[in-house]
């Protein structure tokens, strides 16, 4: 079989689009003023950014394209909703209820505010990664100021119960922050219809630029400005605004909303080919989150092959063409298994062999059959290299995926020769 | 700014090793076999042994683990082979990643991880040869 190049990280970022590309281009040198000038030059930027910007809006269906504030990306947008609404508001409360499986830059934002007064509670998950709604509840108290739910999971795709989450906070009359970093773009997001006052998301995710974010705000949401300078963005995010980028944005935005039915449909279509040939071909393989459907974001699947590693699956992938992501402690700078992974109580063993595959709107059928036979291949190589794979046929060790009641765990068997609990 | 295909996460030598290690396997009744784990990572390494004469004659790995767990254990078992219990007791994991032309130092680990494996093949060895072996 020929080798291909086939990219599937677009969780991680995507390629700018054509049209995008394009229409930033005089935004380097032809109108290269900046918006707050009063002169022709700034004028004309001026435009450019109101239609961008309502191309954005329009994404959302927010209200009104002044309820966005652009910020220099998802990371910038999350720390600004977290950190920014907590200041404005620490006066009626100094308690947080956020979901155990957030993204880092959630996490963190939360994590600092603990060390400045607030308290969290962490609302756990199922094993699908899903919250359920009532937990929320459970979990706010008279000192909520603020409940933070992602749309969609970046790392196993779970879609959250957004809505119904939106109802509970707006009848005790706390603000619901959901970021949308893993969901914009590809799916159909109404920041009315899931009653969020703060939402965030990143147009590199879907096609547009790397360097801008978005927060969504609306009046039911006071946030303080977190990088002070000028009078930019309302007043809310000091900065020169990076115009090139915003405009390559607006027109992600602009053609997402107009393809969407299609690139969910054709990339949804990708991920049940691809799911379905993994999965007949490969033996004990777990897929994380929930099966694709109703339930799952249509690009991405996050799977666990046992008795290997996913570095070691990663870079064969990588030298076959294939580009994926992982969640394996071995590709973390720190060592540590997802924390997505360690809140679905995924087994350790599963953890360590984690792969993340998201697919885009330009993979083919193609691209997906060729991915199916060159894992297996690869699936077949590492586990003839393992020590876990021969100990599991000799009955030494038993799978978690489907047990067959010789041996022990792998976990207990990882403990017994290393000589401590792993993770 | 090289084409993609041409940027590797290690070195050639430790992707060397990766895509086509040596000695992969088991020893065929082996007089010494270590198996250890990393609690830092989760990490398996196997290294079995044949030894005659004083001498590793033949060293095999398996491998639970990222690349460079791989790379590591397919270099010591290459290193190994032909020198004394002695030497091999002073084997150090330095040896591994100069010889790998350098790990990145998040992975230092994983040649620390083939030093105990050998070492504990060899223990594994001495405890057979003091054990007399039941008639």
Redesign the interface.
């Known amino acids: 079989m020929e080798k291909r ?1 086939v990219y599937l990280d677009h969780q991680t970022t995507t390629p700018v689009l054509e049209e995008a590309l394009q229409a930033m281009i005089p935004y380097f040198r032809e109108a290269y003023g900046s918006p707050s000038s009063l002169h022709r030059y700034g004028l004309q930027v001026r435009e450019g950014l109101k239609e961008a910007k309502e191309k954005l809006a329009a994404l959302i269906n927010a209200e009104s394209w002044e309820d966005l504030i652009i910020t220099s990306g998802g990371t910038e947008s999350s720390n600004l909703a977290i950190k920014g609404f907590a200041d404005a508001n620490h006066r009626k409360g100094n308690h947080l209820v956020v979901s155990a499986i957030e993204h880092p830059s959630v996490m963190n934002s939360i994590e600092y505010l603990t060390k400045h007064g607030f308290e969290v509670t962490y609302v756990p998950v199922d094993s699908v990664g899903r919250i359920n709604p009532e937990d929320v509840r459970a979990a706010i108290t008279d000192k909520t100021i603020l409940v933070c739910v992602h749309l969609v999971n970046h790392d196993i795709g779970t879609i959250q119960p957004v809505k119904e989450i939106g109802k509970i906070t707006a009848e005790k009359g706390i603000v619901l922050y959901c970021d949308a970093l893993a969901a914009a773009g590809w799916m159909p997001i109404d920041v009315r219809d899931l009653g969020v006052q703060l939402l965030s998301f990143s147009p590199h995710r879907f096609y547009g630029p790397k360097g801008i974010g978005v927060l969504y705000r609306n009046r039911k949401a006071r946030v303080t400005s977190h990088i002070h300078g000028g009078v930019q963005e309302g007043g809310r995010r000091a900065g020169t605004e990076n115009v090139p980028a915003i405009i390559g944005a607006g027109v992600a935005a602009e053609v997402a909303v107009k393809e969407m039915a299609q690139r969910v449909e054709h990339v949804a279509m990708l991920q049940k080919r691809l799911y379905d040939g993994l999965w007949k071909h490969i033996t004990y393989i777990k897929l994380n989150g929930p099966e694709p459907g109703p339930l799952r974001i249509c690009n991405t699947l996050n799977l666990s092959t046992e ?6 699956q990663l ?2 992938l ?2 076959q ?1 294939i580009a994926v992501a992982s969640g ?4 973390s ?1 720190s ?1 540590k298994v997802s924390h997505v992974l360690s809140a679905i109580h995924l087994d ?1 063993a599963l953890a ?1 062999g984690n792969i993340i595959m998201s697919l885009g709107k330009d993979n083919t059928v193609e691209d997906v059959d060729y991915v199916i036979e060159t894992f297996q291949k690869i699936v077949d190589k590492l586990r ?5 794979w ?1 100990e599991f046929e000799e009955g030494v060790i038993d799978s978690v995926v489907t047990p067959t009641g010789k041996g022990k765990s792998f976990t207990q068997h ?2 017994d ?7 | 700014m090289k084409e ?2 041409e940027y590797t ?1 290690y070195n050639d030598t430790v992707m060397d090793h ?2 086509n ?1 040596r000695n ?1 396997g ?1 020893v065929q009744e082996a007089d010494g076999v270590g ?12 290294i079995s042994l044949k030894i005659r004469d004083g001498k590793i004659e033949d060293a095999r790995f ?6 460079s ?2 790379a590591s254990s397919s270099m010591a078992t290459e290193l190994i082979k032909g020198r004394t219990l002695e030497e091999a007791k002073n084997f150090s994991n330095q040896e591994v990643v100069d010889a790998l032309g350098g790990l990145p130092p ?1 992975k230092i680990h994983c040649s620390v991880l083939a030093e105990e494996a050998l070492k504990a093949a060899i223990e594994d060895y001495e405890a057979k040869q003091a054990k007399p072996v039941a008639a």
């Open positions: 190049a008795f290997i590693e996913g570095e070691g870079l064969l990588d030298y063409g394996s402690s071995c590709v700078k060592l350790h360590q003839n290299m393992s020590p876990m021969k990882a403990a020769i290393s000589g401590k609990p792993v993770h | 993609t295909k996460l990766f895509l290690p992969m088991d198996e250890v784990g990393a609690a830092a990572c989760g990490d398996i390494m196997k398996k491998t639970f683990g990222c690349g767990a791989i998040v």
